[in-house]
């Protein structure tokens, strides 16, 4: 195999991606000073991931206010300490080959929690602690989390403000593309979600209006980035009866094309504890083959992710149209270099001309 499609260039709008793997935004939980600010881990981390020849890196969940981080050692992007950092991971994701985007979130009723790492203690941060309030769509707590607050109208417009703003942000800090997260059970999935939007005004009740959150978010980014790759995550299906499905994320996804969305991410669940999730190889790619064949190929990419682990398996989903684009999380943490492999494996003509040229010796 000579031109694999996995390692051929991809378009969004002006920008140029020099290959369709890419890294998927991983938690950290290494803000130890838990100011949002990116330092050392960050640009080992990102580096690492460039170097290794993803064609895009996407920055892990960054909160756009400071409520709005899941944990208090998550990444910001509400302040200019914030953006002087994050542009030194733009510069350094450049200086090796990769274009980078960063996930612009919001944890609603899952924020204020214990970081997701060893020896941490599962749970809310109690205030006392360093944590804080939660808000959400309305007053129904996630599992044994602390309960949220229901966001007033006013505090709606103030979200949709923060995410634009932190986009101005992500631009001036040098970034290629943002990604907006409303997957996951976080706050704009919990709008999204029946099960966690049980409000009775105009951001709750039917579909149109559950998703005006989300839809108010990409269209404010749009509007001040006219060319500005906007990527979407969704998670496609809740594996809950009730909850949101393969239908709604359907009609979202196509007007989230109508706003100004230029890539759909396509993951699942998050937003109830218990779900039943049939975990498997490449067990969500179903879910992006759905929006790959409903929605027009020459107006949004589609992303598929989860448990895609072998390069054969991964240029199967592109042959076979059920994506656009691959997604990798977990793999690349074990591996970085993985994008390397998986292009001498593929034989793609691209092979050699992404190995670092202190790592020629290498055998990849």
């Not at 031109?3 to 369709?20: A, K």
């Not at 020849?53 to 409520?67: D, F, I, K, Q, R």
């Not at 992007?77 to 985007?101: K, P, Y």
């Not at 009723?109 to 309030?133: E, F």
Request: hydrophobic share 45%.
């Amino acid at each position: 195999m000579a031109d694999p499609i996995l390692f051929r260039p991809i378009r969004l709008r002006d920008l140029e991606v020099r290959n369709r793997l890419w890294a998927s935004p991983m938690c950290q939980y290494s803000v130890e000073q838990q100011d949002g600010v990116p330092r050392e881990w960050y640009l080992q981390h990102i580096g690492a991931l460039a170097r290794g020849g993803a064609g895009l890196v996407v920055v892990e969940a960054t909160a756009v206010t400071p409520e709005g981080r899941i944990s208090p050692r998550d990444l910001g992007l509400w302040n200019d300490e914030q953006t002087a950092a994050f542009a030194r991971l733009a510069g350094i994701a450049h200086a090796h080959g990769a274009r980078i985007a960063v996930q612009l979130a919001h944890a609603g009723r899952k924020a204020s929690t214990q970081p997701w790492l060893p020896g941490m203690p599962d749970g809310s941060v109690p205030i006392g602690a360093g944590g804080w309030p939660t808000v959400a769509p309305s007053e129904v707590g996630f599992g044994e989390f602390t309960a949220p607050r229901a966001l007033g109208i006013d505090e709606i417009a103030g979200v949709v403000a923060s995410f634009a703003a932190a986009a101005d942000r992500a631009v001036a800090a040098g970034f290629d593309a943002v990604e907006v997260h409303a997957a996951h059970g976080y706050l704009l999935h919990e709008f999204l979600s029946p099960l966690s939007n049980l409000r009775g005004d105009g951001y709750g009740g039917d579909l149109e209006r559950r998703a005006r959150l989300l839809r108010e978010v990409v269209r404010a980014i749009r509007i001040r980035h006219p060319e500005l790759p906007i990527l979407v995550r969704i998670s496609a299906t809740e594996w809950t009866a009730g909850g949101f499905d393969a239908d709604e994320a359907q009609q979202v996804s196509a007007w989230l094309v109508e706003d100004g969305a230029d890539l759909i991410d396509v993951s699942s669940g998050g937003n109830t504890p218990t779900a039943p999730i049939p975990v498997g190889p490449a067990y969500q790619t179903p879910l992006s083959a759905r929006l790959r064949r409903e929605l027009p190929a020459d107006a949004v990419a589609i992303g598929a992710v989860g448990l895609i682990t072998a390069a054969a398996q991964a240029e199967t989903i592109l042959v076979t149209g059920q994506a656009d684009v691959i997604f990798v999380g977990r793999p690349l943490l074990a591996d970085p270099h993985l994008p390397l492999r998986w292009a001498h494996e593929l034989r793609a003509s691209s092979a050699e001309s992404l190995v670092p040229a202190p790592y020629h010796r290498a055998r990849f």
